[in-house]
Each structure stands twice: as structure tokens, then as C-alpha cells.
Nanobody
């Protein structure tokens, strides 16, 4: 069983930066993809970014490409989402997630994810 714990959310002004962390515990993560999703009020949860633990291959939603960066620290079993140039539209609860899969990076946002964190609030003020 995989357990995920997010941290790093908060309040930031437009144009600011935040880094979210997701600490994972459980089995060896060699075959896993680790990701981030978000859900804004009255909107459906959406894919943000994901990274394959084994080789570092990534995929991003178009709305965050060039502003957000996902990364891993395998020694700490932790993955991160560095968010820059934040906009009010980025305000949401951010969830980290994990799934054991071998799909191509282009498919990361389209598959069913098995494990989820509790979520952390990110608020961007205008």
C-alpha cells in the first residue's frame, strides 16, 4: 500500500512561486509514475504533471507547461512540483498521486491513478 503526504501549499501573490512536496512510503517505486492533479472550486479534478520514477520522463498539462516543473528525489522517496509565475487561475487544492504503469508519458494524464494524497491548498491572490 502506497501512502502519500503533501506539503508546501499556501497563499502567494500573482507572479510568485511555491514548491509542493509529496513524500511517499510503501513498496519500491521503480515501476511507478508520480503525479500532481488539482481541483478548483466547482471544477473537476485535472491533471497537472507527472514523472516516471525509473527514468525521469515527464508530461505536463498545457496550462502549466514552462511554468511548473516536476522532479523526484529518489533518496528521499519524494517528488516535487515547483510552480512559478503563478496566476489566480492556478488556485486549487493540489493532490499528489501514484500509479504503477508502463504507459508512455503522453498517456500519464489519461490513465486511472491508484493512490492519492490528502491534498494541499494553493491560493494565488491577484
Amino acid at each position: 500500500q502506497v501512502q502519500l503526504v503533501e506539503s508546501g501549499g499556501g497563499l502567494v501573490q500573482t507572479g510568485g512561486s511555491l514548491r509542493l512536496s509529496c513524500a511517499a512510503s510503501g513498496p519500491a517505486f521503480f515501476s511507478y509514475v508520480m503525479g500532481w492533479f488539482r481541483q478548483a472550486p466547482e471544477k473537476e479534478r485535472e491533471f497537472v504533471a507527472a514523472i516516471r520514477w525509473r527514468d525521469g520522463s515527464t508530461n505536463y498539462a498545457d496550462s502549466v507547461k514552462a511554468r511548473f516543473t516536476i522532479s523526484t528525489d529518489t533518496a528521499k522517496n519524494t517528488h516535487y512540483l515547483q510552480m512559478s509565475s503563478l496566476e489566480p487561475e492556478d488556485t486549487a487544492v493540489y493532490y499528489c498521486a501514484a500509479v504503477s504503469t508502463m504507459v508512455r508519458p503522453s498517456e500519464f494524464g489519461k490513465i486511472i491513478w491508484d493512490f492519492w494524497g490528502q491534498g494541499t491548498q494553493v491560493t494565488v491572490s491577484s
